[in-house]
């Protein structure tokens, strides 16, 4: 799978990047917290990241204003497993550099998404990027398995936290599977065991073979 970079056209419908964050601090912070042993863990918020002078500028400017939470997905992963969305852009910062796998809200048909159309983009450690409301997208991977990945989250306050209570009057409720995030499951993950709605069609992409294992 040929893995584009994020200063690469192909990266302008799907986010742009950020210029004029300063991540030092926040860096810092991220390190502080450990990897998992396995696999990937995310938290919507996170004190030590919200207490870092950048989130003023995340929340007054990059956002105009808007409440923000600022949480972190770290670990080790190669794998698409799924694909999610929200009514707003997610700004992502990461210690090192990592892979994005990113497709596009339109592409999707009846609940369904082929595979075929996801693109992969690599973002540099320290480099901010927006991704649009309109992308899908889902946990990072990691470009050296050894160092894995340590990527902030930045999003409107209470997205990614419990799901509210709603019928099911629409396709894309369906999707709905935490607050202001609707999610397709690819059948082999997890989360589609766990009964997210399996909206992936074709290879669940794995980038195994083409990182760097230290």
Same mark, same amino acid.
């Given at each position: 799978?040929?893995?584009?970079?994020?200063?690469?056209?192909?990266?302008?419908?799907?986010?742009?990047?950020?210029?004029?964050?300063?991540?030092?601090?926040?860096? &810092?912070?991220?390190?502080?917290?450990? %990897?998992?042993?396995?696999?990937?863990?995310?938290?919507?918020?996170?004190?030590?990241?919200?207490?870092?002078?950048?989130?003023?500028?995340?929340?007054?400017?990059?956002?105009?204003?808007?409440?923000?939470?600022?949480?972190?997905?770290?670990?080790?992963?190669?794998?698409?497993?799924?694909?999610?969305?929200?009514?707003?852009?997610?700004?992502n910062i990461g210690t090192d550099d990592f892979i994005l796998l990113l497709a596009l809200e339109s592409e999707i048909?009846?609940?369904?998404?082929?595979?075929?159309?996801?693109?992969?983009?690599?973002?540099?450690?320290?480099?901010?990027?927006? &991704?649009?409301?309109?992308?899908?997208?889902?946990?990072?991977?990691?470009?050296?398995?050894?160092?894995?990945?340590? &990527?902030?989250?930045?999003?409107?306050?209470?997205?990614?936290?419990?799901?509210?209570?709603?019928?099911?009057?629409?396709?894309?409720?369906? %999707?709905?599977?935490?607050?202001?995030?609707? %999610?397709?499951?690819?059948?082999?993950?997890?989360?589609?065991?766990?009964?997210?709605?399996?909206?992936?069609?074709?290879?669940?992409?794995? %980038?195994?073979?083409?990182?760097?294992?230290?």
């Amino acid at each position: 799978m040929k893995i584009f970079s994020v200063y690469d056209d192909d990266f302008r419908p799907y986010g742009k990047i950020l210029d004029g964050v300063a991540a030092g601090e926040l860096a &810092v912070a991220m390190m502080a917290i450990s %990897l998992p042993e396995t696999g990937t863990a995310y938290r919507p918020t996170i004190a030590s990241l919200e207490d870092c002078g950048v989130f003023q500028q995340f929340q007054n400017s990059i956002y105009g204003g808007m409440p923000i939470q600022i949480g972190m997905c770290w670990g080790r992963n190669t794998k698409l497993d799924c694909l999610e969305y929200h009514r707003d852009s997610e700004v992502n910062i990461g210690t090192d550099d990592f892979i994005l796998l990113l497709a596009l809200e339109s592409e999707i048909e009846d609940g369904s998404l082929d595979t075929r159309k996801v693109k992969a983009f690599r973002v540099p450690a320290g480099v901010a990027v927006e &991704v649009y409301a309109t992308t899908l997208h889902y946990a990072p991977c990691h470009t050296n398995e050894e160092t894995g990945f340590r &990527v902030a989250v930045v999003l409107p306050k209470g997205t990614n936290t419990e799901k509210p209570q709603i019928d099911t009057v629409s396709k894309e409720d369906r %999707l709905l599977w935490a607050r202001n995030k609707w %999610l397709l499951a690819h059948p082999e993950s997890p989360e589609a065991e766990s009964g997210a709605w399996v909206g992936l069609v074709g290879d669940n992409i794995d %980038l195994n073979k083409q990182m760097d294992h230290g």
